[in-house]
């Protein structure tokens, strides 16, 4: 059964940091390219990161310079590591295997003071 399954997220004061991560199951994780989306109520889902089966990765304009994305291939795992959250960062983020169009539960990222 293929499966996404996320952990982290939560409330952080702004200028803090958050790491969130997406195991993979069910499928060649290190075979496809993963990424991250967020979405607010209201606006469309929009890219966050991502990383190709290489490790060679793609940035959103607002997440250049304080998001990393990361991958390890042994353990099926994606990483999220966020530093410098404003509250414009609020959202729910979520894993992804685009090609195959697998999606994670989603996790909620509140970014308040």
């Known amino acids: 059964q293929v499966r996404l399954r996320q952990s982290g997220g939560g409330l952080v004061q702004p200028g803090g940091s958050l790491t969130l991560a997406c195991v993979g199951s069910?499928?060649?994780?290190?075979?496809?390219?993963m990424t991250w989306y967020r979405q607010t109520p209201g606006k469309a889902r929009e890219e966050v990161a991502s990383v190709g089966s290489f490790g060679d990765t793609k940035y959103a304009d607002f997440a250049k310079g304080r998001f990393t994305i990361s991958r390890d291939n042994v353990k099926n795992m994606l990483y999220l590591e966020m530093v410098s959250l404003t509250p414009e960062d609020t959202a729910v983020y979520y894993c992804c295997v685009p090609s195959l169009d697998f999606w994670g539960q989603g996790s909620q990222v509140t970014v308040s003071s």
């Open positions: 069910g499928f060649p994780f290190s075979s496809y390219a």
